[in-house]
C-alpha cells in the first residue's frame, strides 16, 4: 500500500507544484491520474521516488516512510518501486532478456555482474516474466528491432523483475496507437491484480484511463479536485478538472469496450543462464 499525506512541493523557482495532495493506492489497486498540463502529475510521480524532493508532507510504502528515509535506505525503498517510462527507457543494442535482467542489477552483488552471470532464480523469474507479457518469443532481439508495443512490454517485465510492491507509471501509451495502448492498459490492470501490485498511471487520455482504470485521481494546479470511479467521470467533473469544455463525447468513449488482446496467460519456465553483453549499460538504465 502507498500512503500520502499532505503532500507540497515547491520548486526553486516559487512555483507551487503540489499543495497539500492526500492519497491511499491499496496493494492490487491502479489508479490513474489525470489532468492538466502542469497540474502536478509528474511532481506527485516524482515525488514518490523522491527523484523530486518532497516540501512537506509524508509518503509511506506499506509500514516504511520514504520521506526522511536515508539514502541508503532510500535505494532499499526504490527497489520496491517499478518504473515504466513513456519512451520506454531500453538499452537499444542489448536483446529483451537483458534488458529485462537490468530489473534485478539493483540486488546481484557486484561480482555476479561482472561475470555476466545473473542467479538461476532471476533467469527463471525473466523467461516466466516475458512469458507473462507476451515476448517469450522475442528473447534474444535486440531492443532497437522491437516494435512500440513491444518495447513497453519489456519495460512492464523489466519493472516486474524487480519484484516491487509498487508501479509508478508515467505516460505509458504515449507513443503507441489506440489498440496497442489498449493492449498496453490491460495488461498492466491485469498484472497488478495478480501480483497485488500498487500503482498509479499517469495519462492524458481520459477515455483510455476511463476504460481500463477503476479509480480515477483528478489534478488540478497541484490539489486533488476528484478522486473517486472511473464511472464517475462526468462533464461536470471532467470541467472541474480541465475547465470548460464539450466532454459529452470523452465521457461516452469511456464506456465503450475494450477489445481482446490476446496476451498470453500462462507462465512457462526456462531453465538457461543469460550471459549480459555490457554491464555498464544495464547498470547505467538500472540507476
Ligand atoms: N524542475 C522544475 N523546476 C521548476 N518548476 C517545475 C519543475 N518541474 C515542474 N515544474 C512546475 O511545476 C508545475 C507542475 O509540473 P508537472 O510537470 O508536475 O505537471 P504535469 O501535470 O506532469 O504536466 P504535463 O502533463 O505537461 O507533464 C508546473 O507549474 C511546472 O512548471
Redesign the pocket.
Known sequence: MLRIEGLRKQ???G?A?LRGVDLVVPAGEVIGLI??????????IRCVNRLVEPTSGRILLGDDEVTGASRRALRRLRRRMGMIFQEFALVERLTVMENVLAGRLGTVPFWRSLTRRFPPDDVRNAFATLDRVGLLDHVDKRADALSGGQRQRVGIARALLQGPDLLLIDEPTASLDPKTSRQIMRLIGEVCAERRLAAIV?I?DVALAQMFLGRIVG?KA?EVVYDGPSSGLDATVLTRIYGEEDWTRTARAGEAEAEDDGAAPAPAVSPAAAPVTSMAALRAAAE
Open positions: 520548486y526553486r523557482t512555483d507544484a489532468g492538466p498540463s502542469g497540474a502536478g502529475k509528474s511532481t506527485l499517469n492524458h489534478l497541484g
